[in-house]
C-alpha cells in the first residue's frame, strides 16, 4: 500500500457520520418489473412524475430487512429522550473529530473513531461521481453505512435500519448535510430542526412529529439507537420538503441539494365581494433549504376588485442565489356586491298606555339569509311616562354588514299596571324583577307541618379549601344517604375527589347510585353550586337508577367513577349532590388526592384532614323535610321561611372525624318538599334571597326552574316568579335544596296577582 493510500485511509477512518440509509422497494411483482428497466423513478414531496415513495420495510429483495440482532425491534429505550447532539460525524475533508462518548461534542475523553474498514458495520470504498446527477447531489447507498455528498465520501455512525418494517434514518446526519439548525429542548424533550421559517419537532418513541406546531402522523415512531436519533426516513425527507429520487438499477437515493425555493400564499377572507372587500395574502413562501427569499413578483393581485368574477393570483419568488421558483397561483371567485341586511320591526299598537305590555317583531331579513346579530336598544316590555320613547333595532350579517332603524313609541298619560303591578303580571318565570324587600317580610309567615323522612345527609365541606392529601370525611351509614360535596383545590398541583364505599358488613351489599347532580371543575363556586344543583333536580325526572352494584363482605368500590376522572387545576372548586341507598351497613369515604397518584395504592396510608374550624361537615339525620300548607293561600299575600335555622330549624349531627356535636346552618344539604294543597286563582308564587347573593334551582311540580335562569339573585330588593295559577284553584309542590356557595335564608311568598286590565 502507498503511503498516500494509507493516509487517505486513515482520514476516511476519522469519519463519523450519523446519515444512513435503507430506501426498501415495493412489491415482488414491481422489483421484477424494475429489473427490466434502468431508468431512474422519483419520489418525495416535489417528485416530478407524481410516483409514490417505496414500501417502507423491504430490502432490495422484496423482503423485511431485520436489525443486527436479527428482529425488527432493536434499539428501543424505554421511553428515553437524548440530546440530538449525541451523535456526530467527520468528513475526508475536514477530518474533524466526532463526539465523547457522553455525548458532549467538546468532550476531551479520548473517545475517538475506528477504521470503518475494521469496525462493525463494515464499509466499503466508494468512487461515486455525483457530478452525473447535477450540480449539488447527496447520494445514499442503500444497504450501507456510505454517503457521498459532491464526491466527498461520509460514513455514518449507524447504518439506515429497519423497525417493525419502516426504514430509519439519523437524523443528526440528515441534518447537517443539508445545513439546517439542530436543537434540544430539554423541558419538553424534543429534537428540533430549524429550516428557514419552518421548525420541525421530533419525539422518541413518538409516531408523530410537529412542524411549526402542527401534528404529522409519521410511518414509525422515531426512537434512540445507540445513542443515535433515528427517525422514518421517507417521513423525514418529506417533512424538510426535499427533492429525492430512488434508482433501481445503483440501489442509490438521490438527493437534490440544489433546490428552488416554494411560492405558496394564502387568501383572505374566504368571501370577496366586488367593489367591498379588501384581499389580504399571506405569504406562505419558504426555501427547503433555509435560503433567504429576496424578491417577489405578484400577478392578478389587487386590494379590491371592481367587477364580479374568476381571478388568478400567482406568485413567484426568488432566492439569495438567483433562482426563481415555480409559479403558484390561487383563483378567487369575486362575488357581486354584498347588499347590507334590511332591517325593520313593528309593534302590535300604534300607542299604548302607562305599564301597558308591548309586543315587539323583528322583521329584518337578508338576502343571503344571513343575519348573525340582533341588537335592540330600549325595547321596554312597557313605559311608565307619558311621551315619545324611541327604540332601537340594529342587525348585521356575516360579512359585517348593518343596518339600523328607530322608531318611536307613543304612550298616553292613562294608567295601565303600575311598575310593581306590571312585573308581577309579565315577568317570565326564572327571571328577576324588583321589588321593596321590605313588602315580603311584611307578609303573614305561614307555619307548615312538617315531617321529616329517613335519609342521613353527609356533608363534606371542611376543610372547604384542599392544601393536601387525605380523607376529608368518612361515617358508617345505612340505608339512604345524601352526600353534598364542595371543595376548592387550594394546593399547587391537580387532584382528584373520589367517593369511596365500603362494605363492612359479613354478608353481599347492594349500593345504588340513585339521582345525583355534580359540577365543575370551575373557578367560581356559585357557578357549581347552582348547576349541580339544577343536574341533581334533573336527575329526578330520569325515575331510574344511575348505577347498581354488589360488594363482597369487606369490599370497597368507587361511586361516581365520572366525578373521579376529572382533575381539579388549583384554584377550581367542584360540587356534588348524590342520594345513596344500602341494604347494608357502608362506609363512605369522601378522598383528595394527587391526580398523578393511585387511589387504591394511597387509600391505606391517608389520614383524615383536620376541619378548617369555619365550614361544617358531619352525618346528619332526617335530612329530608315535608313542609305541607292544607289552607288556601294566595287570597292574601303570606311566605314560607326556608334555611333561618329559626322558623325553619337547622338540623344537628355529628362530625365522626372530631367527635363532636355540629350543626347544618343553612340546612344546605336538606332536601324540602313544600306541599301547597290549595292554591287561590290568579296567584304569583316567588322566590325573595333574604340572606345575600342567591343562584340555585327549584322543581315546581316537576319542572326545574333556575334561581335565577341567568345570573343571580343579588339582594332581597330582587324577586324570581316560579309559577303563576290560571283562572281555577291548584294544588302546587315545590322541591328545594339550598344551592352550595349561596347564602340561606330566602323566601317562598304567595300573592294575588292584579285583575287582568285592558
Not at 426512537?223 to 434508482?247: G, H
Not at 372587500?277 to 379590491?304: A, C, K
Not at 371592481?306 to 426568488?318: D, M, P, T
Amino acid at each position: 500500500m502507498s503511503h498516500f493510500r494509507w493516509k487517505r485511509t486513515v482520514a476516511m477512518a476519522l469519519v463519523a457520520l450519523q446519515c444512513a440509509a435503507v430506501l426498501p422497494v415495493a412489491s415482488a411483482l414491481e422489483q421484477r418489473e424494475m429489473n427490466d428497466v434502468t431508468q431512474v423513478q422519483t419520489f418525495g414531496p416535489q417528485s416530478v412524475d407524481g410516483s409514490q415513495p417505496p414500501i417502507d420495510g423491504q430490502d432490495l429483495n422484496g423482503t423485511e430487512q431485520l436489525n443486527n440482532d436479527g428482529t425488527t425491534e432493536g434499539g428501543a429505550t424505554n421511553g428515553e429522550t437524548v440530546d440530538p447532539n449525541v451523535d456526530g460525524s467527520t468528513s475526508i475533508e475536514t477530518g474533524q473529530p466526532s463526539e465523547g462518548a457522553n455525548g458532549d461534542p467538546n468532550a476531551t475523553d479520548g473517545s475517538s473513531i475506528e477504521n470503518p474498514n475494521t469496525t462493525e458495520p463494515k464499509s466499503v470504498e466508494h468512487n461515486i461521481d455525483t457530478t452525473i446527477y447535477g450540480s449539488d447531489v447527496l447520494v445514499i447507498l442503500a444497504n450501507s453505512n456510505v454517503i457521498v455528498h459532491n464526491n466527498v465520501t461520509y460514513y455514518s455512525k449507524e447504518p439506515i435500519t429497519v423497525k417493525k418494517g419502516v426504514s430509519y434514518i439519523s437524523v443528526r446526519g440528515l441534518v447537517e448535510r443539508f445545513g439546517f439548525q439542530l436543537d434540544f429542548d430539554n423541558t419538553t424533550k424534543e429534537t428540533i430542526i430549524r429550516q428557514g421559517d419552518r421548525e420541525l419537532r421530533y419525539k422518541a418513541n413518538s409516531n408523530v412529529y410537529r412542524i411549526n406546531g402542527e401534528s404529522t402522523k409519521m410511518s414509525g415512531a422515531s426512537y434512540l439507537q445507540n445513542n443515535t436519533f433515528m427517525v422514518p426516513l421517507t417521513s423525514a425527507l418529506q417533512a424538510m420538503q426535499i427533492k429525492y429520487e430512488w434508482e433501481q438499477q445503483t440501489k442509490r437515493i438521490i438527493v437534490q441539494m440544489s433546490s428552488a425555493p416554494v411560492a405558496k400564499f394564502k387568501v383572505t377572507p374566504e368571501h370577496v365581494f366586488a367593489g367591498q372587500t379588501e384581499v389580504v395574502v399571506e405569504n406562505q413562501s419558504f426555501h427547503p433549504r433555509g435560503l433567504q427569499i429576496i424578491d417577489y413578483e405578484w400577478t392578478g393581485l389587487e386590494s379590491f376588485y371592481s367587477e364580479a368574477g374568476q381571478y388568478v393570483i400567482s406568485l413567484r419568488v426568488l432566492d439569495e442565489k438567483g433562482v426563481w421558483s415555480e409559479p403558484y397561483s390561487v383563483t378567487i371567485n369575486v362575488q357581486p356586491p354584498n347588499m347590507p341586511p334590511v332591517v325593520d320591526f313593528s309593534t302590535n299598537k300604534s300607542q299604548y298606555k302607562m305599564g301597558e305590555l308591548i309586543e315587539y317583531s323583528n322583521e329584518s331579513y337578508d338576502d343571503e339569509d344571513a343575519i348573525e346579530k340582533v341588537e335592540w336598544t330600549n325595547n321596554k316590555q312597557a313605559f311608565f311616562t307619558p311621551g315619545e320613547h324611541q327604540v332601537t333595532l340594529r342587525v348585521t350579517d356575516k360579512h359585517g354588514l348593518s343596518a339600523e332603524i328607530t322608531k318611536s313609541i307613543t304612550v298616553t298619560n292613562e294608567t295601565l299596571y303600575t311598575f310593581e303591578e306590571f312585573n308581577k303580571v309579565y315577568t317570565q318565570v326564572g327571571h328577576v324583577y324588583p321589588i321593596d324587600g321590605s313588602t315580603v317580610l311584611g307578609m303573614k309567615e305561614l307555619l307548615p307541618q312538617l315531617r321529616h323522612g329517613q335519609r342521613t345527609l353527609y356533608r363534606s365541606n371542611s376543610p372547604e379549601s384542599i392544601v393536601q392529601d387525605g380523607i376529608l370525611y368518612q361515617d358508617h351509614i345505612a340505608g339512604g344517604t345524601r352526600i353534598l360535596l364542595h371543595h376548592k383545590n387550594a394546593k399547587s398541583t391537580d387532584i382528584k375527589l373520589y367517593v369511596v364505599v365500603k362494605n363492612v358488613s359479613d354478608e353481599d351489599a347492594v349500593v345504588r347510585v340513585e339521582r345525583a347532580g355534580t359540577a365543575g371543575p370551575s373557578l367560581h363556586p356559585q357557578q357549581t353550586g347552582k348547576a349541580a344543583a339544577q343536574r341533581y333536580f334533573q336527575s329526578f325526572r330520569e325515575h331510574g337508577i344511575i348505577s347498581e352494584q354488589t360488594l363482597k363482605p369487606k369490599q370497597s368500590a368507587l361511586l361516581m367513577t365520572e366525578m373521579s376522572n376529572k382533575a381539579i387545576k388549583p384554584q377550581q372548586v367542584f360540587t356534588m349532590y348524590a342520594d345513596f341507598l344500602g341494604d347494608s351497613n357502608l362506609q363512605y369515604q369522601i378522598i383528595a388526592l394527587d391526580a398523578s397518584k393511585d387511589i387504591w395504592k394511597e387509600l391505606p396510608k391517608l389520614q383524615v384532614l383536620p376541619s378548617d374550624g369555619t365550614h361544617i361537615r358531619g352525618s346528619f339525620n332526617n335530612a329530608d323535610r315535608t313542609l305541607t300548607v292544607s289552607d288556601l293561600v294566595g287570597e292574601q299575600s303570606s311566605r314560607i321561611v326556608i334555611g333561618d335555622n329559626k322558623s325553619d330549624k337547622k338540623i344537628g349531627g355529628w362530625d365522626t372525624t372530631s367527635n363532636k356535636d355540629v350543626d347544618n346552618a343553612g340546612n344546605y344539604g336538606v332536601l324540602y318538599r313544600i306541599v301547597l294543597e290549595r292554591v287561590a286563582p290568579n296567584t304569583l308564587i316567588g322566590v325573595n334571597a333574604r340572606g345575600g347573593q342567591y343562584s340555585g334551582s327549584i322543581l315546581v311540580n316537576g319542572q326545574e326552574i333556575g334561581l335565577p335562569i341567568n345570573g343571580i339573585l343579588k339582594s332581597k330588593d330582587e324577586a324570581t316568579p316560579i309559577y303563576r295559577t290560571g283562572d281555577r284553584e291548584e294544588k302546587v309542590e315545590i322541591w328545594f335544596t339550598p344551592a352550595a356557595a349561596s347564602y340561606m335564608p330566602l323566601n317562598i311568598f304567595m300573592t294575588q296577582l292584579p285583575p287582568k286590565r285592558t
